[in-house]
């Protein structure tokens, strides 16, 4: 009946290897050119679209431009995908990816020198969304209060309690608070939603928190 966790993860891991099998080939047969990025996927454009596969998450030893670099292309290795094909690199722009001399883009440039790297534009544009909204006093001060606010009530197991208690009187429990992410500027709605969902009952938990024996 294959109810088994041993023979589940198996199956699981041999519909991971077809997948990978099937865009590998995709790119070695069909395509050839191809960028790569953490957590490694594979951008590549065949028939006229462009594509991105995830191939996976793999394990660095440690956090250097070496270490990351070495993944990268053990990765590629493993799958069968040869450097030389690689045409581009997409990273964010931390020092141990994207340093002049030590970060792993130039450290597979060294092997590859085609393969040129991009700052993730999506990274870019959560930057910019970041440092212009930290320019407007008002947003500035909304997005600092739903942080503290979330902080104050998932930060303690009693406070957390609490306010389970309170949602599952009220009947509001579809709406959990979530924290308010620093680096996805994306994510911050969802957080920003849950407050003002649950802005009724953050106010009867802050009174409750408030009372000397709380």
């Not at 050119?33 to 596969?53: K, N, T």
């Not at 959990?176 to 009952?201: D, E, G, Q, Y």
Request: glycine share 4%; aromatic share 4%.
């Amino acid at each position: 009946k294959y109810l088994s966790h041993e023979v589940q993860s198996e199956l699981l891991k041999q519909i991971h290897h077809l997948i990978i099998r099937e865009i590998v080939n995709e790119i070695r047969n069909e395509v050839e050119l191809y960028a790569v990025g953490l957590a490694v996927c594979l951008r590549y454009v065949h028939m006229e679209q462009v594509h991105e596969a995830f191939i996976g998450f793999y394990e660095i030893c440690d956090m250097t431009g070496s270490s990351i670099a070495k993944s990268i292309v053990d990765a590629l290795t493993q799958i069968g995908l040869s450097l030389d094909h690689c045409k581009g690199q997409t990273y964010d722009g931390a020092a141990n990816m994207a340093r002049h001399l030590n970060g792993a883009a130039n450290k597979i440039q060294e092997l590859q020198p085609n393969a040129l790297f991009t700052h993730c534009l999506s990274h870019n544009l959560n930057l910019c969304l970041q440092d212009c909204t930290r320019q407007v006093r008002c947003i500035n001060e909304a997005l600092d209060i739903v942080q503290q606010i979330t902080s104050l009530v998932r930060a303690s197991p009693k406070h957390l309690v609490s306010f389970t208690v309170l949602q599952e009187v009220s009947g509001e429990t579809s709406c959990s608070l979530k924290p308010l992410c620093p680096t996805r500027w994306t994510c911050r709605t969802a957080s920003i939603n849950a407050v003002l969902l649950n802005m009724n009952l953050l106010n009867e938990e802050c009174e409750i928190i408030a009372q000397p024996d709380s």
